[in-house]
């Protein structure tokens, strides 16, 4: 009797561990391997939050490898990322063209999402997700413009002129501008848009010097497009009792009281819903994903203090006006990617 009750009961263990084994082989492996770092309050923590929701919500498991902007590194951390799980995202894809080809070549049986972007090459296992910058920034150029001709604001100046701080002068960067530069042209075509390159996303000491030099030639606000190099923008616009657009994530932290507000780009959604269908069996392997608007992939920080508290309803209410006609395609803004 006392046998057959301990057969049985490791019988059952067995059975159970078997069922456990099969339940974590059965989780989806996913990867970011980012060219940089977190805490850059942009791109990188966005889509490592995205995918700790995903591992809440969907119980998937995740790795993070990141590069540290060791550029000689990247091919050996993405061969890293593709032993390591079954779906990687290439935070961005650009920093890893040049090796990106052969990876995916050589793990035909994992897909790898490439972000910012679309990857060379037509890999039957590489999907590109990009986002439509220009289209939210549409939305912080007519803010901008807006606000720029109200002088009974202290901050603001008699001149119509506003600045811009971008990291490279590159296609990604430069759809932002080109998107802010419509917005703020549909409010007033006279509006002066400065532009000045940092070249780097990781020098905050440039962007506040580059800030500075915007802020001294007239503009009263500047719209930061550079990753922590643009925290430099909001310390300048302290400095000149200015005004600064944040980007990527809500920069209020860093200045309520100068930050106007912000443009997102979500790359954490994208990735949530990227994994989300892929467990579904929905998700594309290749091709191209653009993540705008009507995605929730950007859009302005209507709800933060900083734009509650420093833009005025008549402005907060264009903005909005002018997001549903981008949504119906009514209204087209251009894009330079």
Known sequence: MHKKVRFVGVALIALLSAGAVASA????????????????????????????????????????????????????????????????????????????????????DKTFVYTDGVAPGDAPNVVSISYAEHEGSYLAGIMAAMMTTRTDIPGINDKKVLGIVGAFDNPVINNFITGFKQGAASIDASIDVEVRYAGSYTDPAKGKELALALYDAGADIVYQVAATTGDGVILAAKERKAWAIGVDTDKCSQGPDVVLSSMIKDVGRSYYEYVKDYIAGTAPKSGKIEFGLSRGGVGMTYDS?????????????????????????????????
């Open 25 to 108: 082989a059965d989780k989806l492996s996913v990867v970011q391997v980012a060219s940089g770092a977190l805490g850059d309050g942009g791109i990188f923590d966005s889509g490592d939050a995205g995918l700790k929701k995903a591992v809440a919500d969907l119980g998937i498991d995740y790795k993070l490898i990141e590069g540290q902007q060791r550029s000689n590194l990247l091919s050996d951390f993405l061969a890293e990322a593709a032993d390591s799980g079954q779906v990687i995202f290439v935070n961005p894809g650009y920093q890893f063209d040049s090796f990106l080809p052969d990876v995916a070549g050589q793990h035909a």
């Open 305 to 337: 203090p900083c734009t509650q508290k420093n833009v005025p309803a008549d402005v907060i209410a264009a903005m909005k006006a002018a997001q549903e006609k981008i949504i119906s395609g009514e209204l087209k803004v251009t894009s330079t990617k």
